[in-house]
């Protein structure tokens, strides 16, 4: 080695020389250093792949999870052996008894409907809470008064779709999944809720009874909306004819809600079963054996209620609950909803599927499906329901794509906008306003039904966003009072009732449901850090008068049943009139 340097140096430069032999000498005395150099540098190659593999998954995850957030995607949730015996402990399961939960969305008369099958008035002692605002907040439990009987024990449990419970996660969060028996209480809708919770009930093999409630109040409103008016004694209408028009009615409410029901369960890919037809009066009289089929008259009132009585039958079908399931999905457990902001194509797409032009003023009507939509645009644009030119009403939901309707008057120039209904199986609910470009509209109408909702509030909360103005109105005032008085003890078929005590019935009726309404609105706003606003309350009756000019001299009779009706269209027509530029706009 020593030969080989000294000719080298020779031949080299004697410094660069030196340094190649010392390195290549240092190589040669430590072999094994260098073989662990190699295999470090392998492992940290090794390591930095494996960590580029597991970004690239990490970031597929993450958009896979914001496209399932942006679809509304609704995962299934199965409980643990520990949150199923919590649920227990909660609800105060007991061996031995049946326990039913009325379960459905907000404002379907559960607690009214527990009432009379635990053969109890609404307002009695021991009576479920019943009233204008959510009056559900948590779960009741009522043993049944009877219990060597009936050893029930029924729940009244917190309505999906409010503030105070999120929609999608109804039947997990409720803890739905320990009961023995389900009664699915549907109002005017078929909903997806109402869908969850069947499906849900079939996973855990819960017997499930799906029932329509309100019968005898839907009956009267199609009486109502085909031109007989209950209270009208001017008509000349005989007994029989009403009695044969309200039976006509009752076919093609049981008819329609039936088959609404069906092909809900046939999208929604669940088996068919019966729907149970009900009214809280008849369930009542049936559960205290007051019911007699040998008066025909009173016979007719009653559909189901007979049939839907032996749900005790559910108690042999019963299964025990799923215990000790691995626990699945987690993933939008806080029921998360983003604000989507659209773009300007979408604007201008938006713009030209609604028909916007220039020099109109567009009012959008939106809500929760059924709460009157149609039928309020029909009366804003002076026209009955049934009327030619008339927007579309029915049980089931009539309206699926939006409705441009121009007003009839050329001295209004307004469009009106029948939106479809949020919270049905056409309509995610949480995406509802920029799925149905509510972004676009000069002015929104939010009809409100039975509750303030999270859509209500969804939609509010977008209207500022986008500096629209917004209307809160609360439809159907007149059927809302009828129903306190029928509550307070009052039967609209009774021919003995004194007139005056019934005017004054009325009139606290009225009294009572206005200062709750408003109440129940201004603290829904507060509690989702929105400002007050104003709340109208109208009735399609009164409105359309108003709308036709013929609203009666302010002490007289009729004029007690304007509520709002003056007030809202005065200032919303002031409103398009300012931000039209001063173009008047002529009833």
Known sequence: MGVIFSVLCQLFDMNKLYGIYNKVKEGLRHPEECRRAEEAQRLAEEDARVAMEESHVALQAKAEAERRLREGIQPVIIPTAAELEDAKHKFGYQEGLHHFAVVGIAGSGKSSLINALRGLRNGEAGAAVTGITATTVQFARFPDPDPAEHPFVWYDIPGAGTLNAPDWLYFHNQGLFVFDAFVVLVDNRFTKTDIAILRNARLFKIPCFIVRSKADVHIRNIMDDRGCEIDDEEDGAGVEDREKFEEQCRDFFVKETRQNVQQNLRDADLPE?????????????????????????????????????????????????????????????????????????????????????????????????????????????????????????????????????????????????????????????????????????????????????????????????????????????????????????????????????????????????????????????????????????????????????????????????????????????????????GGAAAR
């Open 273 to 581: 079963q019966c729907v149970y037809i009900v009214s809280k009066t008849e369930m009542l009289s049936v559960i205290k054996g007051n019911a007699s089929l040998t008066n025909s008259k009173k016979a007719k009132k009653f559909i189901d209620e007979y049939e839907l009585w032996p749900a005790e039958s559910a108690r042999e079908q019963t299964q025990a609950a799923l215990k000790a399931i691995a626990e699945l999905e987690r993933q939008r457990r806080e029921g998360f909803q983003p604000v989507i902001m659209p773009t300007s194509a979408e604007l201008e797409v938006a713009k030209r599927r609604i028909g916007y032009q220039d020099g109109f003023y567009h009012f959008a009507v939106a809500g929760m499906a059924g709460s009157g939509k149609s039928s309020m645009v029909n009366a804003l644009r002076g026209l009955r329901n049934n009327q030619k030119g008339a927007a579309a009403t029915g049980i089931t939901e009539t309206t699926l794509h939006i409705s441009r309707l121009p007003d009839p008057n050329p001295g209004r120039p307004f469009v009106w906008y029948d939106i479809p209904g949020a919270g049905t199986l056409q309509i995610e609910d949480w995406q509802y306003f920029h799925k149905q470009g509510l972004y676009v509209f000069d002015a929104l109408i939010v009809l409100i039904d039975n509750r303030f909702t999270t859509t209500d509030i969804a939609i509010l909360r977008n209207a500022r966003l986008f500096k629209i103005p917004c209307y809160i109105v609360r439809s159907k005032a007149d059927i809302h009072i009828r129903n306190i008085m029928h509550d307070s003890g009052y039967e609209s078929d009774d021919e003995e009732y004194d007139f005056g005590d019934l005017e004054k019935l009325e009139e606290q009726a009225r009294d009572f449901f206005i200062t709750k309404t408003r109440e129940n609105v201004q603290q829904s706003l507060r509690d989702a850090g929105l400002p007050e606003q104003r709340i109208y309350i109208v009735s399609k009756s009164e409105m359309l008068s108003v709308i036709k000019g013929n609203v009666p001299p302010v002490n007289s009779k009729k004029a007690k049943k304007f509520i709002d009706e003056e007030e809202f269209l005065s200032a919303s027509e002031e409103d398009a009139d300012r931000r039209r530029g």
